[in-house]
């Protein structure tokens, strides 16, 4: 993706409106969809996308080719949505969870492959169930197949940091889908 | 009936994970903040349709005027074909040796126009083109011009 976005980022910065649009229409649904997730709300999610995409190419000057173009465009929806949710759902920055058991007094879950029957509806509930900032991780590494270290560039952490909220995050999904299995 | 559930395991289910589309003027409103403007796209069918149905307007409003152009200069023979409808078949032959007749004379006035051009083109006699065209009139004008029996017969 990223040798065929070089072209056309070389084209807009020579303003070509076209380039603009190609750009914005490969990557809209994925930048969209990521902040769906996160933010739970369609109107919002697009108000933030837009904005995301208004600043990244606003700011095409200021995008380093080293890396790829979709890392740039995640980086800036990820600080999108914290500004927004700082300022609208503070509470939704937390990464506690009140509705599922404490990780530590489950030794197991955290090493067993466990078999999951989940259908897509189920996904996205178990998702939206999650802090963002774990299903944020879980987006970008399954849905997204990114790697630790472009995560961790994304999100502005150490790769450790990151390993630990995917940790985390896993631990608590497999939690959840075992608490839906019981009852 | 909800469908049939598969094993997966956490990676293939968010893996499987659709992507979802922003509305249909999220382009326009991010365009428009960089500062373009986006022409909204040429629909093809839908401008052959306009088109198609403008000419088909056009063709049923001009097949309408002389539709009643028709029937307002021919009024009283439509009154008469309404009063006594078995004069119907005499009046059809009537209007038919009319057409023919005119028909007749629009081949007479074009023959002799290729005539003419042909005669100072020099490529053509004219004389054969002339010959035609005045036989077939004088036909036409022979079968009008004979009285018929049964019009005067339902006159009478």
Known sequence: MENTDHPLIHRCLANDSGAFEELLNRNKNQIFSFIFRLIRNPEDAEDLAQDTFIKALRGLNSYDTSRPFITWLFAIAHNTCVDFLRAKKPQMLSIDDENTPDIADSPDSTRKTVELKLQQEETEELLTSLPPLYSEVLLLQFREDLPIQQIAEILQLPEGTVKIRLFRAKALIRKKIELLKNR | ?156
Request: glycine share 4%.
């Open chain 2, 1 to 156: 009936m909800k469908p049939t559930r598969e094993n997966l395991t956490l990676k293939e289910a968010l893996a499987s994970l659709p992507y979802y589309s922003p509305g249909p003027k999220f382009n326009a409103k991010v365009m428009k903040a960089l500062g373009f403007e986006i022409q909204p796209a040429f629909n093809c069918t839908l401008a052959l349709e306009k088109t198609v149905t403008i000419i088909a307007a056009c063709w049923l409003a001009g097949a309408c005027f002389l539709l009643i152009r028709l029937l307002f200069a021919h009024a009283a023979d439509i009154l008469f074909l309404c009063l006594k409808p078995q004069a119907l078949l005499s009046m059809l032959k009537f209007y038919a040796l009319k057409s023919w007749l005119a028909g007749s004379r629009i081949i007479s006035v074009l023959s002799k126009a290729v005539g003419i051009i042909s005669f100072f083109a020099g490529k053509v006699n004219i004389l054969p083109h002339l010959a035609v065209s005045s036989i077939l009139a004088a036909i036409a004008i022979t079968i009008v011009s004979r009285p018929s029996t049964r019009i005067r017969a339902d006159n009478q």
